[in-house]
């Protein structure tokens, strides 16, 4: 069964894996996929670049007639493939955007409607769309093998930070997505991830990097303070792409609801540094304490247990083999 893959933000992190996890050896899956290079580049796609079953245009999601002319180059091949699937992983992401209350909603909200929309017309099969654990706001733990999709929510309000503009966005999308397959128009999930990180990652500000490339650059490191307590978890590229193909291969589980995907493999952000720091052979580490970031949860502790259930997903990579492939490569860039 061939499939025809229509991928927004595919340079970003998770865009960047579904290539390389889509189009395998011998695949006769072909993917239309776009992207602005808003925090990413072509460089993370360019082992596919050559490839024929990757079609790449640099294309701005909130861009009328870019998306007009992306439809109909979906159109013109939808009939040559079995199946066609949209993946939404187009996003305004980064910590630092989060507050920024009109470009996450245009491009996270308004941009995540008009990609459903086209998915719908042109009979795409399947929707799927990356919402994020931050949704889960301030109630983002507990002490029973983590929050579950049906949780209620508690979530910080523009009177505490204007930071969850966010994840409120985010979490309008679940609704549309509900909606959608409600309604009978597609088959759809929402994926809400908890911290992904890439060895390849291009964003210096993510915690990761960020730590192993202050210690490369200045020998040690500045946690804002809420680090002296914070906790994580950290779900592996390679992972949030998995859980995307398998959701996507499960049409039973395509019923318009929301799926947790994180791995349980929890730590504090200062071991977090040790590690880093001992992996990279430093014995006594310099870590310091600046700044306060505000509505932002202690830990973050997800229960998967629902898309263990309905898929054979498990994540792959632990975080310290990740943490190697992540040291390996930032210390080759210097
Ligand atoms: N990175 C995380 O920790 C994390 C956590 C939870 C959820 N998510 C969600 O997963 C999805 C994928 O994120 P990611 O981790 O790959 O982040 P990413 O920033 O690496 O990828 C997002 C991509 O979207 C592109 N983009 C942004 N605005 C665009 C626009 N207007 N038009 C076209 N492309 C645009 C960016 O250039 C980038 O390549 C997003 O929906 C994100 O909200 C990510």
């Known amino acids: 069964?061939?499939?025809?893959?229509?991928?927004?933000?595919?340079?970003?992190?998770?865009?960047?894996?579904?290539?390389?996890q889509i189009l395998v050896e011998g695949s006769t899956?072909?993917?239309?996929?776009?992207?602005?290079?808003?925090?990413?580049?072509?460089?993370?796609?360019s082992d596919h670049i050559d490839d024929e079953r990757f079609e790449f245009f640099e294309y701005d999601l909130n861009d009328a007639a870019q998306m007009e002319d992306f439809e109909s180059r979906v159109r013109a091949q939808a009939g040559d493939y079995d199946e066609v699937i949209y993946i939404n992983c187009a996003a305004v992401v980064h910590t630092e955007h989060f507050y920024h209350v009109y470009e996450t909603f245009?491009?996270?909200?308004?941009?995540?409607?008009?990609?459903?929309?086209?998915?719908?017309?042109?009979?795409?099969?399947?929707?799927?769309?990356?919402?994020?654990?931050?949704?889960?706001?301030?109630?983002?733990?507990?002490?029973?093998?983590?929050?579950?999709?049906?949780?209620?929510l508690t979530m910080a309000v523009a009177e505490h930070s204007q930071r969850t503009s966010y994840a409120t966005g985010k979490l309008l999308?679940?609704?549309?997505?509900?909606?959608?397959?409600?309604?009978?128009?597609?088959?759809?999930?929402?994926?809400?991830?908890?911290?992904?990180?890439?060895?390849?990652?291009?964003?210096?500000?993510?915690?990761?990097?960020?730590?192993?490339n202050s210690f490369r650059d200045h020998g040690k490191v500045v946690l804002l303070e809420n680090s002296r307590r914070n906790r994580r978890t950290f779900l592996n590229?390679?992972?949030?792409?998995?859980?995307?193909?398998?959701?996507?291969?499960?049409?039973s589980a395509l019923d318009g609801t929301v799926y947790?995907?994180?791995?349980?493999?929890?730590?504090?952000?200062?071991?977090?540094?040790k590690l880093c720091a001992k992996k990279m052979g430093i014995d006594?580490?310099?870590i310091e304490f600046s700044g306060y970031r505000a509505s932002d949860p202690e830990r973050r502790l997800l229960s998967t247990e629902k898309i263990r259930t309905r898929t054979a997903w498990k994540p792959a990579v632990t975080l310290e083999k990740g943490l190697d492939e992540c040291i390996s490569n930032y210390l080759k860039q210097a």
């Open 1 to 20: 069964m061939s499939k025809l893959y229509a991928i927004s933000g595919v340079t970003g992190m998770t865009g960047n894996e579904l290539v390389r």
């Open 29 to 45: 899956d072909h993917i239309l996929g776009f992207d602005n290079f808003y925090a990413s580049s072509i460089e993370t796609v």
């Open 106 to 152: 245009e491009t996270n909200v308004e941009g995540m409607n008009n990609f459903l929309q086209q998915a719908i017309r042109v009979g795409a099969g399947k929707y799927i769309n990356c919402s994020t654990s931050e949704v889960y706001s301030m109630n983002s733990w507990n002490e029973n093998g983590g929050v579950k999709e049906s949780d209620y």
């Open 173 to 212: 999308t679940e609704f549309f997505m509900k909606d959608a397959v409600d309604e009978g128009r597609i088959k759809g999930c929402s994926i809400r991830f908890a911290n992904v990180y890439s060895k390849d990652e291009r964003y210096p500000k993510h915690i990761i990097p960020f730590i192993i």
């Open 237 to 251: 590229n390679y992972d949030s792409c998995s859980a995307v193909l398998a959701l996507a291969a499960t049409d």
């Open 260 to 273: 947790n995907v994180a791995t349980d493999e929890e730590i504090s952000i200062i071991d977090l540094a």
């Open 284 to 286: 006594d580490p310099v």
